[in-house]
């Protein structure tokens, strides 16, 4: 679709996945190929490396210079991508949160996230019932949070900088296809990313012996094909796995998109190829 509309008018596509950031993860993330990309100009896929974090504010901050830089040279930016969250950060802001304190960081961090979460329930109420009690990233971040600044993530929360929603004429649209259709093309996709050198991919990034923490090691399909590597599953056991690993996250980004983006979005439930002329259009002209 974003190849498309640049067919219209000059474009930049910005990747606004958290997984095609990553340079180790040109296949499992379906980072789109040279070949895809064609003529037309790539921002933000493929430039950092995995030894590094890529967190929602340094995304934000590295979109929102592609966007300038893409203004000025008078083409129109095109942000692609799963990631809501990144998008939400983006457009709205994010909380000023100071500094954490290393040592409280390092003291959450290593405390099991059952612990962690009862600690939650008893300092920040309002993010415990929020989080989900197994989300260890999220659990262990409000806790810190609340630790060091004396004050819940939710305060912060509600004074956001830095969001660009104010400044710029968005044209939003937000892909929702068949349920069905959709779990249909995770499993083929895992079978032609196997095909195309997962396996060789998630080899070289085991090689380089990086924390168990870092993103690109939670990579949908890193753990499932390391399993295979290991001997610990067969080819088929670690692809059934990724493939309902990966099913699982699309019905979650499907209810995100669906009921956390605002009510005037634009939302599509089924796209035919002969319609893409119209929806172009519409987006356009919006």
């Known amino acids: 679709m974003a190849l498309e509309i640049a067919k219209k008018q000059p474009s ?20 789109p190929s040279a070949a895809e990309m064609g003529e037309t100009e790539h921002q933000l896929f493929g430039y950092i490396d995995g030894s590094e974090s890529c967190s929602a504010a340094r995304w934000a901050s590295d979109a929102r210079t592609a966007i300038a830089d893409a203004h000025a040279r008078d083409l129109l930016p095109i942000l692609v991508g799963g990631s ?43 993010s415990a019932q929020r989080l989900n009690p197994t989300d260890t990233t999220r659990v262990h971040r409000a806790l810190e949070v609340i630790q060091s600044t004396g004050q819940p993530l939710d305060h912060w929360q509600k004074h956001k900088i830095g969001g660009i929603a104010d400044d710029i004429r968005l044209h939003p649209l937000v892909m929702l296809p068949p349920r069905e259709w ?36 939670r990579a949908i399909g890193v753990a499932e094909i390391a399993g295979w590597l290991a001997g610990d599953l067969s080819r088929e056991v670690a692809v059934e796995r990724a493939q309902t690993v990966t099913r699982r996250y699309a019905k979650r980004q499907y209810t995100w998109f669906r009921n956390q983006t605002p009510a005037e979005w634009l939302r599509l439930e089924q796209v035919l190829s002969n319609d893409i002329e119209r929806i172009i259009e519409i987006l356009l002209r919006n």
């Open 12 to 31: 930049v596509i910005i990747n606004a996945d958290s997984a095609q950031v990553y340079s180790d993860l040109r296949v499992l993330s379906a980072r």
């Open 84 to 126: 809501g969250m990144y998008v939400r950060i983006l457009l709205d802001g994010i909380a000023p949160i100071p500094e954490i304190d290393q040592t409280i960081r390092q003291s959450i961090r290593k405390m099991e996230t059952s612990e962690a979460f009862q600690a939650l329930q008893k300092y920040d109420a309002t």
């Open 182 to 217: 959709l779990y249909q093309r995770c499993d083929l996709r895992f079978h032609e990313m196997i095909d195309g050198g997962a396996r060789e991919e998630v080899e070289a990034l085991l090689a380089r012996n990086l924390s168990a923490n870092q993103p690109v090691m």
